[in-house]
């Protein structure tokens, strides 16, 4: 579903990137991992045009991404979710998620009403500004405002940073759900392991922007924990 080939990425002459392979099968749910600076958001930045790359190759559902802007990406069927969450702190909660229905995919002009099952909270706040949520519901905020163009695809950085602990089992039980029941494929930048092993069912392990180890989440043993996560 997303494959990428020998992708090299620089910032200026720092090369971050080095000749990465990934592979991310529809409907599965993948956990990238690595410590810090390893190039995890990098990755993600690649896979979502923000970045763009100067060797290799990206295809999404079969069609080559690399020449192709970051707009692009919400008509394929990705939906992101960025580090930091980057919601519009001047605007209400209803307003940062009518941003994304102009969106081409999306034809209803409508936010759909199971944006608000998966997050209640947020329909009781829908004329609060977003700079005035708590971390929890900003959170909340921006996976919603990705999941409103219907994503096949949904890719998220460290959703967890900062989050109290039940609203980091509500993402993790959104993030479960929305793979089991609507099939969609999730791609997750995580450092905190035991989220990372409940909703992760492959892992992809990264040092120094190369890909050194992946598999089954199963299979993720404490010689590779403490290779490439422990500090
Ligand atoms: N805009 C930028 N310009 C120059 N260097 C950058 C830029 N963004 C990131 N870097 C550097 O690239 C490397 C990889 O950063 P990246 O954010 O991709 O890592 P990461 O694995 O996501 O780390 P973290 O877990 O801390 O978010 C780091 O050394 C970082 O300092």
């Not at 990428?4 to 990465?20: E, H, M, P, R, S």
């Not at 020449?67 to 969450?85: A, C, F, L, N, T």
């Not at 999941?147 to 479960?176: H, S």
Request: neutral net charge; aromatic residues 4%.
């Amino acid at each position: 579903m997303i494959e990428l080939a020998k992708v090299n990425q620089k910032y200026g002459g720092t090369q971050i990137l080095w000749d990465l392979n990934l592979n991310v099968k529809k409907g599965s749910r993948t956990c990238i991992m690595g410590r810090n600076g390893v190039g995890k958001t990098t990755l993600l930045k690649v896979i979502m045009g923000i970045l763009p790359i100067a060797e290799g190759t990206l295809t999404i559902n079969g069609v080559d991404m690399v020449k192709k802007s970051v707009e692009s990406r919400p008509d394929i069927g990705v939906g992101y979710v960025p580090q930091g969450r980057h919601i519009f702190g001047q605007l209400t909660v209803e307003e940062n998620l009518k941003i994304s229905l102009n969106c081409a995919r999306q034809k209803s002009k409508l936010i759909p009403e199971h944006i608000y099952e998966l997050f209640p909270v947020l329909k009781e706040m829908l004329q609060r500004r977003g700079g005035d949520l708590s971390g929890g519901q900003q959170q909340q905020l921006a996976i919603a405002r990705a999941l409103v163009l219907n994503p096949e695809i949904l890719i998220l950085d460290e959703p967890n940073e900062g989050i109290q602990p039940n609203i980091v089992q509500l993402i993790r039980d959104v993030l479960l759900k929305l793979n089991r029941e609507q099939g969609i494929t999730i791609v997750l930048v995580e450092q905190k392991l035991p989220f990372a092993r409940a909703v992760g069912e492959e892992f992809v392990l990264m040092e120094k922007g190369h890909v050194m180890s992946s598999g089954l989440m199963a299979d993720l043993n404490d010689d590779l924990v403490s290779q490439y996560l422990a500090v």
